[in-house]
T-cell receptor, first 113, second 115 residues
Framework: SQQGEEDPQALSIQEGENATMNCSYK?????LQWYRQNSGRGLVHLIL?????REKHSGRLRVTLDTSKKSSSLLITASRAADTASYFC?????????????FGGGTRVLVKP | SAVISQKPSRDICQRGTSLTIQCQVD?????MFWYRQQPGQSLTLIAT?????????ESGFVIDKFPISRPNLTFSTLTVSNMSPEDSSIYLC????????????FGPGTRLTVL
């Protein structure tokens, strides 16, 4: 079953604008990972943020984590048409739980040129 | 990052037949997993592929329907048995390298259509 919910389910923006998507989850986590999926292909790993971290950056990506609210956000700055994809968050409860990922429902992002 | 390949990349199969999907990782990994993504949906874990022993299945998935092998640290197979149209999905394998990182990398997926 899916632990996480993502919102919005879909997002349409103009090239150059920022895109923000949110992920909420229900149980304790060891880390949370964000992925991108283009047109039903494989998942590309974007960022892993651990439960003791609050913010991470990678290029134009910024991820925050609030464990007290059980939520995370992914910000894509200065979006490009190539950022058009579905974005998924996934929670990992750690080695004791088998490092299994539980995925959110995903956000479909359309960046218009 | 780990490089993961899957074969086949896609297939169209007849109802009642079986398909075996192969997953190869470029270096030794500790954990390997199989996920299913039904059309328009998110990913759901099928099972953890254990090296040299039976896979650990999630609720709703059984070995008779989804037999899994993992003969060594870099290779695993998933078989979708006695297929029905409801099995039409993308099947993805993933892997973790235990070097202090829990990052889980995914293969390109196998798109299965059952007629």
């Amino acid at each position: 079953s899916q632990q996480g919910e993502e919102d919005p389910q879909a997002l349409s923006i103009q090239e150059g604008e920022n895109a923000t998507m949110n992920c909420s989850y229900k149980t304790s986590i060891n880390n949370l990972q964000w992925y991108r999926q283009n047109s039903g292909r494989g998942l590309v790993h974007l960022i892993l943020i651990r439960s003791n971290e609050r913010e991470k950056h990678s290029g134009r990506l910024r991820v925050t984590l609030d464990t007290s609210k059980k939520s995370s956000s992914l910000l894509i700055t200065a979006s490009r048409a190539a950022d058009t994809a579905s974005y998924f968050c996934a929670t990992d409860a750690g080695k004791a739980a088998g490092n299994k990922l539980t995925f959110g429902g995903g956000t479909r992002v359309l960046v218009k040129p | 990052s780990a490089v993961i390949s899957q074969k086949p990349s896609r297939d169209i199969c007849q109802r009642g037949t079986s398909l075996t999907i192969q997953c190869q990782v470029d270096s030794q990994v500790t954990m390997m997993f199989w996920y299913r993504q039904q059309p328009g949906q998110s990913l759901t874990l099928i099972a953890t592929a254990n090296q040299g022993s039976e896979a650990t299945y999630e609720s709703g998935f059984v070995i008779d329907k989804f037999p899994i092998s993992r003969p060594n640290l870099t290779f695993s197979t998933l078989t979708v048995s006695n297929m029905s149209p409801e099995d039409s999905s993308i099947y993805l394998c993933s892997a973790i390298r235990d070097r202090g990182s829990d990052t889980q990398y995914f293969g390109p997926g196998t798109r299965l259509t059952v007629l």
